[in-house]
Structures are given as structure tokens and as C-alpha cells.
């Protein structure tokens, strides 16, 4: 079965990870980047994301505009997995395509609509702690 960890974003910055397994996970079989997910599968009612990014079991991301199941090697001369340091520089990286199979193992989303349950409450009171130390 297909295994994932989701990690949450919203809009001022605040991440979350979230383990996503079975009937969860299976949402997001065969998604592209861009794509949207209802939060009702991974049990936040209400919520609606959108797919950013990931990578798979290798650690290598997910690029959108790659064709195929496969991760191939691309000439990439900026972008996502390519940090430049000169100007007009292009190198060969291997990237996986847009589509989230069973060998994607992260998941990175961010959050379209928020529903009733917050995501965000426990790093606010870790905050709290830290600051009243």
C-alpha cells in the first residue's frame, strides 16, 4: 500500500507534517502538481489543498512538466531541484515527473480553504511555551 508524509502549508508561512496511509494515501494516487484534494480523506473536514511539489523515495522532486512514471535526467537551467550559481549555467539533474505514484514518499501541499478543525494549535502552544521559558 501506498505510504506518505504529507506536509501542510497555509498561507503565513506555518508547516505541518502529517502521516498519510491506506484509504488516504489512495487520494492521492495518480494526482499531478496543481491538482486539488478534499481534506475529507485525511479526515479534516473542509479543507481543500492543492499539490506544490514532493519527492519521492530517493529524495528526488517532483517537477512538473516531466512526462512518464520514470525519473529522468534533464538539462536544467533553473527551477525546481537546480540551484545556480553563475548566470546562464545549465547542468544535468535527475527529476521525477509530476505524477505522485507509489514510490512518492513526501507530499507537500498548501491549503486552498480552511474547514473547522484547526492544524495549526499545537505549534501555537509549543510558541507560547518557548516564550514564556
Known amino acids: 500500500m501506498a505510504e506518505f508524509k504529507l506536509v501542510i502549508a497555509d498561507k503565513s ?7 498519510c496511509k491506506d ?15 478534499d481534506g475529507d480523506a485525511l479526515a479534516l473536514q473542509g479543507y481543500t489543498f ?5 519527492s519521492d523515495y530517493c529524495g528526488f522532486p517532483l517537477r ?3 512526462p512518464g512514471l520514470r525519473r529522468k535526467q534533464i538539462m ?29 514518499k513526501q ?9 473547522t478543525t484547526p492544524l495549526f494549535e499545537n505549534a501555537q ?9
Not at 23 to 37: E, M, Q, T, Y
Not at 77 to 95: A, P, Y
Not at 125 to 133: F, I, L, P, W, Y
Request: proline letters at 1%; aromatic letters at 4%.
Open 13 to 19: 508561512g506555518k508547516s505541518t507534517q502529517k502521516e
Open 23 to 37: 484509504d488516504a494515501a489512495i487520494s492521492f494516487l495518480n494526482k499531478k502538481i496543481g491538482d486539488k484534494v
Open 50 to 54: 492543492e499539490i506544490t511539489g514532493g
Open 64 to 66: 512538473k512538466g516531466i
Open 76 to 104: 536544467a537551467g533553473k527551477g525546481v531541484g537546480f540551484r545556480s550559481c553563475e548566470k546562464g549555467t545549465v547542468i544535468r539533474k535527475s527529476v521525477c515527473p509530476d505524477i505522485i505514484t507509489d514510490t512518492t
Open 107 to 115: 507530499i507537500n501541499v498548501k491549503i486552498l480553504q480552511y474547514g
Open 125 to 133: 502552544k509549543a510558541d507560547e511555551k518557548g516564550a514564556a521559558s
